[in-house]
């Protein structure tokens, strides 16, 4: 059957299911046979199941119900006010309840709010912390210092940046289900997954990184406490790699960026990082969407690792050497880079969170 000839109008595929009601098929064989032969242009199983019902009660006619009484339409300015009000009024109103209270249906409820009145249902954005008048007041002095740090010499600034921060690696962290879903055709079974726990297995990776790639990976040894002595060592060797790496960009002076952790303002690594002669760009705290490690470079290591299944922790060792080692220069360059443009959207923001 040509693509023009399996475009059905409803009332003809009305008809067909109740051609095949009559013959005493299933609402399933029915369904199946439509999509065999209409396949995308095929109607759903629910609406299969609906008019096989009404068939099977004796219903001849194909057509909708009338609907006395009621306007032509109900897509009308006092009612997209009304909507609005109740919106406004409950952020989290369901389109049920909108539909009882107007006596509309959901489906005109649902197109008013999205066609007409340009609104979009979405989650919460999970932050670290509810910011305090004074930790928005920080975040925007610290954006905009950057800002000025930066001024037309973007690149020169990202170039003697080093940056760090600690995660978790785990031998097996499953997809999340955004990254599990898949394509499928209409008619189609969707695709099961088993629901699966985090493994207990993991190793904290301390990751010092620049504009050219990483410089230091350390893995802390199982039964071994991060603290700000483990962490002032790391400094002195993160030092030593800048001297082995980057020729010439100590004598540049290096702007060094970390966050608040306990582990990084500790007296023993304070007195580390000052024996570097890094010198440090303020970061303010609970700020993770400021900090190029968070943003950027963890959240794209996990979503490639998610999924996979390690054997052993140097099995986990070589996957994330890997995912850093395929990459080019302009891509550390890049993630540096939109600490820019995340400055000037925080300062927008008056200094509230930044939505991904």
């Known amino acids: 059957m040509s693509a023009e000839s399996s475009n059905l109008s409803n009332i003809e595929h009305r008809a067909v299911i109740k051609y095949f009601v009559k013959k005493g098929k299933t609402p399933k064989a029915i369904f199946e046979d439509m999509v065999s032969v209409l396949q995308e242009s095929a109607p759903s199983y629910t609406m299969v199941k609906k008019w096989a019902r009404l068939f099977q009660q004796r219903r001849e006619s194909c057509e909708d119900d009338p609907r006395p009484g009621r306007p032509v339409t109900v897509v009308t300015e006092e009612n997209v006010r009304k909507i609005e009000k109740l919106v406004l009024a409950d952020r989290r109103i369901k389109l049920w309840q909108i539909a009882e209270e107007l006596q509309i249906s959901k489906e005109r409820v649902g197109e008013i709010i999205h066609e007409h009145m340009n609104m979009r249902k979405i989650s919460a954005c999970w932050v670290p912390k509810m910011l305090t008048p004074f930790d928005k007041q920080r975040r925007l002095q610290t954006s905009k210092d950057f800002l000025e740090l930066v001024g037309d010499n973007i690149d020169e600034i990202c170039d003697r940046i080093v940056t760090v921060d600690e995660t978790w690696v785990r031998q097996y962290d499953p997809e999340s289900k955004q990254e599990s879903m898949q394509w499928t055709k209409k008619g189609e079974r969707p695709p099961k997954e088993f629901k699966v726990q985090k493994s207990a297995s993991k190793l904290m990776a301390t990751t010092f990184w620049d504009s050219e790639?990483?410089?230091?990976?350390?893995?802390?040894?199982?039964?071994?406490?991060?603290?700000?002595?483990?962490?002032?060592?790391?400094?002195?060797?993160?030092?030593?790699?800048?001297?082995?790496?980057?020729?010439?960009?100590?004598?540049?002076?290096?702007?060094f960026l970390q966050d608040n952790a306990s582990v990084h303002t500790a007296r023993v690594s304070r007195q580390a990082l000052k024996d570097t002669g890094f010198s440090e760009i303020d970061h303010p705290p609970y700020s993770l969407d400021l900090a190029p490690s968070d943003y950027f470079l963890f959240s794209n290591l996990k979503k490639e690792l998610r999924g996979r299944r390690f054997v052993d922790d140097n099995q986990m060792k070589m996957a994330v050497e890997s995912h850093f080692d395929c990459k080019e220069k302009e891509y550390f360059l890049g993630g540096l880079k939109a600490l820019y443009t995340r400055c000037e959207k925080c300062i927008s923001l008056e200094g509230d969170y930044i939505e991904k």
């Open 213 to 255: 790639g990483v410089l230091l990976i350390d893995y802390l040894p199982k039964g071994t406490t991060m603290n700000g002595q483990y962490y002032a060592n790391l400094l002195a060797q993160a030092r030593e790699a800048v001297v082995q790496k980057r020729r010439g960009k100590l004598s540049r002076g290096v702007l």
